[in-house]
T-cell receptor, first 110, second 119 residues
Framework: QSALTQPPSSSGTPGQRVTLSCSGSTSNIGSNPVNWYQQFPGTAPKLLIFTYSQRPSGVPDRFSGTKSGTSASLAISDLQSEDEADYYC???????????FGGGTRLTVL | QLQLQESGPGLVRPSETLSLTCTVSGDSISSTGHYWAWIRQPPGKGLEWIGSIYYNGSPFYNPSLKSRATISVDTSKNQFSLRVTSVTASDTAVYYCARLKGVAVADFWGQGTLIAVSA
């Protein structure tokens, strides 16, 4: 049982905007920055968004992050076929004294 | 260009100790502001943080591993290592090493190494 809850799957069509959710609590998302990772099958995760909405160099501005209370969201605009991947949210949890990840959302581009 | 490379045995017997090393190139493991971490991913499942270390500080661990994990740093070799004792089948996973910005942002990852626990 992950401290951060993500829907197991989501889908969209090319050009669409999709939003992936991540639900937590006051001890993690409510009080610490949220980060998002993208993972393709058989490869290591890649940092996509950090500190809620910052993008590392090279990450397209189609990807954006927001936070509201104890939930966070990753929005992908102008969805492309190469965005089909698993997406994980993560944050430090002050109660567990641990860095926690969501269970991940598999995004399918139809 | 920063690179991290995990190395390990591939197969570990139940109840034995798993040992992995992460070799860092393109950056000094002693560089300020960066922690170094181990994260694992069981087949078909999500990511689990194992623990982190600063080059000159104490390591800190995920309490869920119940003190079975030990992380250490060898600055002379620009490496950091992981040991997990008393392994069981549930420790079977791809193990990743990563560089952290602060304590909880992994900005560079190794390619990962699959460790299977089996008799």
């Amino acid at each position: 049982q992950s401290a951060l809850t993500q829907p197991p799957s989501s889908s969209g069509t090319p050009g669409q905007r999709v939003t992936l959710s991540c639900s937590g609590s006051t001890s993690n998302i409510g009080s610490n920055p949220v980060n998002w990772y993208q993972q393709f099958p058989g490869t290591a995760p890649k940092l996509l968004i950090f500190t809620y909405s910052q993008r590392p160099s090279g990450v397209p501005d189609r990807f954006s992050g927001t936070k509201s209370g104890t939930s966070a969201s990753l929005a992908i605009s102008d969805l492309q076929s190469e965005d089909e991947a698993d997406y994980y949210c993560a944050a430090w949890d002050d109660s567990l004294n641990a860095w926690v990840f969501g269970g991940g959302t598999r995004l399918t581009v139809l | 260009q920063l690179q991290l490379q995990e190395s390990g045995p591939g197969l570990v017997r139940p109840s034995e100790t798993l040992s992995l090393t992460c070799t860092v190139s393109g950056d000094s493991i002693s560089s300020t502001g960066h922690y170094w971490a181990w994260i694992r991913q069981p087949p078909g499942k999500g990511l689990e943080w194992i623990g982190s270390i600063y080059y000159n500080g104490s390591p800190f661990y995920n309490p869920s591993l119940k003190s079975r994990a030990t992380i250490s740093v060898d600055t002379s070799k620009n490496q950091f290592s992981l040991r997990v004792t008393s392994v069981t089948a549930s420790d079977t996973a791809v193990y990743y090493c990563a560089r952290l910005k602060g304590v909880a942002v992994a900005d560079f990852w190794g390619q990962g190494t699959l460790i299977a626990v089996s008799a």
